[in-house]
């Protein structure tokens, strides 16, 4: 063709060409005259690609057929006489949980599965759904971001856990616990996903000071425990987890009329139960990985965080102010609810106030208060010009910062999805209620009998199981309504037992998908899955052990009479409800 013609094809002109030993122009490899080499890179690549598209395809198009068959079937019969649409509810359920397993499509994109299937079988109308998708506990997640990203953002949290780890002294045990008490603390108030994240660079540098050779369990170890200890700080206060938050929810929704449970009882409640947890796993982790007659001992290293806290900088003003606010959220959280004879600021000031909203007037201010470059050149000079310089975001940020926290950033960083999950959970409890799926398989967990410790320890057994395999805040969106209202059947405390679930969402410890911690540290490559499952069922099971005990015997006294005399949740099918 290239003789025969004294003009080249367009193709040819636009070929890559080299100069050959004749002097003749031939193609270079590259070119697109050249047909591409068998087996190459990019073919494999292609190829596997391909395979991965056409397997996930195969896939989808598998659950889609064995949903819908499933839902088909579960028209044509009835679990239960007085709740026609509960078979048609469970079939919903059953569809979303395992799509939820298969990680197919993203989980936020499987949480709005309800919405069109409860309308489609006529359980719930679209309005109802979307009425309760975006609630009070949604505010609650977003204050908790906010305040977490302002948190990351400036690197208190960095500045926290150095200034712990330097000061535990030499003994590995006493290190150890400060990363945990460190991860556990922060879990109080920002999500464990993010304690675990921002504490990890610090823990990597510490184990790279221990040879892995002869200690490689331990790394594994330690990870696990720093990891494990910020799911068990999460259970401490209402804002920890999406679990805390959705119950604050469903105490407003089952019992409107009552007062519910406050900031401060929630925590007297589930405080020492996380303090436990932290013991527990500290505990051991010593008695595993140091103290054991056959572990190598592990040598610290101190001056590593002694020379990280001398090269910390000055305590910045962003620092401080987000410290500031932080502070006063809590103490504002703490005093709007009664304690003893003081009847809570907001009695008085604004009573239809609530956590969510306090959250949110306190956070607000960080998006107007300057970032420290951004204030006036006299003002930098009395706060201290070497404070204001706001070197820690704008380092890592392609944008200049202007604000404590800039929409810009937030957004980026911001987890949507988290929102989508939690208005998926609470869908999915709105349609259990409605068709009446809460009231029959109550109407079962009911029929447990036995004292109350075997019935929660069964409460809190199959919450956990459910965990492992389902976002924690989806499990407490299905599990709820269904505990409050097998406890009110069968004459126990629905609160206690409502609770007690709370708590036992985030008991999963035993797979790497199980909680955000989990899938953090399982993502280094540094532990492995058979380890991870092995030491996360011992905790697991310690974990339920010592919840089931302090659910049944110390919740109800700290409580009191305070939920004792609650009636029937308002649950449809419950109490004449």
């Known amino acids: 063709?290239?003789?025969?013609?004294?003009?080249?094809?367009?193709?040819?002109?636009?070929?890559?060409?080299?100069?050959?030993?004749?002097?003749?122009?031939?193609?270079?490899?590259?070119?697109?005259?050249?047909?591409?080499?068998?087996?190459?890179?990019?073919?494999?690549?292609?190829?596997?690609?391909?395979?991965?598209?056409?397997?996930?395809?195969?896939?989808?198009?598998?659950?889609?057929?064995?949903?819908?068959?499933?839902?088909?079937?579960?028209?044509?019969?009835?679990?239960?006489?007085?709740?026609?649409?509960?078979?048609?509810?469970?079939?919903?359920?059953?569809?979303?949980?395992?799509?939820?397993?298969?990680?197919?499509?993203?989980?936020?994109?499987?949480?709005?599965?309800?919405?069109?299937?409860?309308?489609?079988?006529?359980?719930?109308?679209?309005?109802?759904?979307?009425?309760?998708?975006?609630?009070?506990?949604?505010?609650?997640?977003?204050?908790?971001?906010?305040?977490?990203?302002?948190?990351?953002?400036?690197?208190?949290?960095?500045?926290?856990?150095?200034?712990?780890?330097?000061?535990?002294?030499?003994?590995?045990?006493?290190?150890?616990?400060?990363?945990?008490?460190?991860?556990?603390?922060?879990?109080?108030?920002?999500?464990?996903?993010?304690?675990?994240?921002?504490?990890?660079?610090?823990?990597?540098?510490?184990?790279?000071?221990?040879?892995?050779?002869?200690?490689?369990?331990?790394?594994?170890?330690?990870?696990?425990?720093?990891?494990?200890?910020?799911?068990?700080?999460?259970?401490?206060?209402?804002?920890?987890?999406?679990?805390?938050?959705?119950?604050?929810?469903?105490?407003?929704?089952?019992?409107?009329?009552?007062?519910?449970?406050?900031?401060?009882?929630?925590?007297?409640?589930?405080?020492?139960?996380?303090?436990?947890?932290?013991?527990?796993?500290?505990?051991?982790?010593?008695?595993?990985?140091?103290?054991?007659?056959?572990?190598?001992r592990v040598e610290v290293d101190r001056q590593l965080f002694i020379k990280r806290k001398a090269s910390l900088p000055k305590f910045s003003y962003e620092e401080q102010v987000v410290l500031l606010v932080a502070l006063?959220?809590?103490?504002?959280?703490?005093?709007?609810?009664?304690?003893?004879?003081?009847?809570?600021?907001?009695?008085?000031?604004?009573?239809?106030?609530?956590?969510?909203?306090?959250?949110?007037?306190?956070?607000?201010?960080?998006?107007?208060?300057?970032?420290?470059c951004a204030l006036p050149q006299g003002l930098r000079r009395v706060l201290g010009t070497s404070r204001c310089t706001s070197s820690t975001a704008s380092e890592r940020e392609a944008e200049p910062p202007r604000f404590v926290l800039d929409w810009g950033a937030v957004r980026q960083k911001f987890n949507f999805d988290l929102l989508l999950c939690l208005g998926g959970a609470n869908m999915i409890g709105q349609g259990t209620i409605e068709s009446g799926l809460a009231s029959v398989i109550a109407e079962q967990l009911a029929r447990i009998q036995g004292p109350y410790l075997g019935y929660m320890a069964v409460i809190l057994f199959v919450t956990s199981l459910t965990t492992e395999f389902v976002s924690n805040a989806a499990t407490m969106g299905i599990l709820g309504p269904v505990v409050a209202a097998s406890a009110s059947n069968s004459g126990r405390n629905a609160v206690n037992a409502l609770l007690g679930s709370t708590f036992a969402c985030s008991f999963s410890f035993a797979l790497p998908t199980a909680s955000g911690p989990n899938i953090v540290v399982y993502g280094t490559g540094q532990v492995k899955l058979l380890f991870l499952m092995r030491i996360g069922l011992a905790v697991e099971l310690g974990a339920l052990m010592i919840g089931t005990l302090w659910v049944s015997y110390a919740v109800p006294v700290i409580l009191g009479a305070s939920t004792a005399d609650y009636g029937p949740p308002s649950i449809e099918g419950i109490g004449g409800h």
């Open 1 to 296: 063709i290239l003789a025969g013609t004294n003009k080249a094809s367009p193709l040819v002109e636009s070929a890559p060409m080299l100069r050959g030993k004749n002097g003749s122009l031939v193609p270079s490899e590259d070119s697109p005259l050249v047909p591409a080499k068998e087996g190459g890179e990019d073919d494999q690549k292609q190829r596997a690609q391909q395979k991965s598209s056409s397997d996930m395809l195969v896939k989808i198009a598998i659950f889609t057929i064995l949903s819908a068959v499933l839902i088909g079937i579960s028209t044509t019969f009835e679990l239960s006489h007085k709740h026609p649409k509960a078979t048609e509810a469970l079939a919903v359920m059953i569809v979303t949980v395992v799509w939820f397993m298969a990680e197919i499509i993203p989980i936020s994109i499987v949480s709005l599965m309800p919405l069109p299937l409860y309308a489609v079988l006529d359980i719930s109308s679209a309005a109802e759904l979307t009425g309760v998708f975006f609630s009070s506990s949604s505010v609650i997640l977003i204050v908790g971001q906010f305040l977490s990203l302002a948190v990351v953002r400036w690197g208190l949290h960095q500045r926290l856990c150095i200034m712990v780890a330097a000061a535990m002294g030499q003994r590995i045990e006493t290190l150890v616990l400060g990363f945990m008490v460190s991860a556990w603390f922060l879990s109080f108030w920002i999500s464990n996903t993010a304690t675990t994240l921002s504490l990890l660079p610090a823990a990597q540098a510490f184990l790279e000071t221990i040879p892995r050779e002869g200690h490689g369990n331990f790394h594994a170890a330690f990870l696990l425990a720093i990891a494990f200890s910020a799911t068990a700080g999460g259970i401490a206060t209402p804002v920890g987890t999406p679990p805390n938050a959705i119950f604050m929810q469903q105490m407003r929704d089952f019992w409107p009329e009552e007062e519910g449970v406050s900031f401060l009882m929630f925590m007297a409640a589930a405080f020492p139960l996380s303090v436990l947890l932290l013991g527990l796993i500290w505990l051991g982790f010593c008695v595993g990985f140091v103290w054991w007659k056959d572990t190598p």
């Open 328 to 372: 006063v959220l809590i103490t504002l959280w703490f005093t709007a609810s009664p304690i003893n004879s003081f009847p809570g600021w907001t009695a008085h000031t604004a009573p239809r106030m609530d956590i969510g909203s306090i959250g949110i007037m306190c956070t607000l201010p960080l998006f107007i208060i300057p970032c420290g």
